[in-house]
């Protein structure tokens, strides 16, 4: 169940209907690039209202250019089109405005598409205000709709101007986490680290200067999104299903969250089931044990947004691979004799998180309860599967075990509702500069 993320939208932003989404996850996605700003503080604040442990992630747009269309436009096959920013080309063909200045061209490309990489049009004709191209096939060209050139480079230093200049505006939104579009490398990820330390994290990792520094970003984040659109769009099809796998990898290595997004359950906005392809893709993504599935317009603007979770939601529980421990983490003593203990849940004590890393390295399947008095940690957690956070007031260190052992009676029947017995990992201790990390094989009776 707690595998999905669904974003909040215009259908689904009433109180009634937040509580019924509440059941299905205690973490909600708003997109900052639709709506305005006083609609994010109403719904993120009617959210903490509802449930004041419930955490949002507020993905906050980046550079990348979207069609600055109110309407939709029809595309003929064949049709000359003229993307500008600022300055229309001088010809007579048709044009349509786009929200961004256009991204450094490689002279590779031979080939831009429309949103999220389903329509493509012939790159005809370029420069720094616009690109013309020659429509592959009729289509019908919804509002605001992400355009996307593959190879492209994107300019850091406008993409960290404009993610500090929204979250500045969104000051009064109430956000747990915050998602950064199109992060090529580390070195944006580590300036906003600096001025939001209490935030979570959340790469997306959306083209190919993203894919080739995934490690490095990957170290350098909390939780990574695979964003399948904007990827595939942006390296061609053909290379997404590798670089999936390939940054999967990389997630699991390092302890790192993975979400996946875009067409999870698209075809269900419209129809009472799925795809055989979106079934086997959902497959694929609990197969490579990702922690999220996130849903976009399934939940945010779909009158079936309860079908579509209740749907997704049977189909997680029957379809969960079984826990699998990692070999090929290299660990040192203590948590390779954790990496033994496969088949039995885990009670973490953690103020920073860093154990949360190790363990979700070891088997990222292991159901893992986690209690904590770091807001932040509570939120990085929330964002792996498999995870009960439990948000506690500040540790007592001068009495760590009684503390450990009030909070665990207090959610007995929860943390051992799957098994009477656990491993319980915390710091004895404490001191500074000292992880003197302790694990106890408990049972359900010693707390009773």
Sequence with gaps: ?????????????????????????????????????????????????????????LDIPGVKPRTDNNIDIEIKRNELICFYYKNKSNSTIKHIKITNPLPEISSKCKYFTISDGQYRLKLVKSNKNYVIGKAEERFLLRPKKGL??????????RQTLKFIEFLKKAKKVRHDAIGLSFIQNSSVLKLIKKKYPKQVIVSKI???????????????SDTVMIDRGDLGAEIGDKNLFNAILHISELCKKHGKSLIIATENLES???????????????????????????????????????????????????????IIKNKSIQSNIFWEMVGTVSDIPIILF??????????????????????????????????????????????DLSGRNSHISVNIKKNLNSIFKSSNNALLIYISYPRNKSRANTVSLVTKIDFI
């Design 148 to 157: 996307n050139v593959p190879f492209s480079i994107y300019d850091d230093r």
């Design 268 to 322: 269900m906005i419209h129809r009472i089931s799925p795809t055989k392809s979106e079934i086997v893709s959902l497959g694929h993504s609990l197969s490579i044990n990702a922690d999220k599935i996130m849903l976009s317009d399934e939940t945010a603007t779909s009158d079936n947004w309860l079908q579509i979770l209740n749907w997704l939601n049977d189909f997680i529980d029957q379809n969960s691979p079984e």
């Design 206 to 220: 959306e083209n190919l200067i993203g894919l080739n520094n995934s490690e490095d970003i990957i170290k350098n």
């Design 350 to 395: 953690s103020r920073q998180g860093y154990a949360f890393e190790h363990i979700s390295a070891i088997n990222p399947n292991i159901e893992l309860s986690v209690f904590t008095d770091n807001p932040k940690t509570a939120t990085r957690c929330m964002f792996r599967a498999n995870t009960k956070i439990y948000f506690t007031k500040k540790f």
């Design 1 to 57: 169940m707690n595998k999905i993320l669904p974003t909040i939208g215009p259908k689904t932003e009433n109180v009634g209907d937040i509580k019924k989404i509440l059941k299905f996850s205690k973490i909600l996605r708003i997109n900052g690039s639709h709506g305005k700003l006083l609609w994010h503080e109403k719904i993120s604040t009617r959210i903490k209202n509802i449930d004041r442990e419930a955490k949002i992630l």
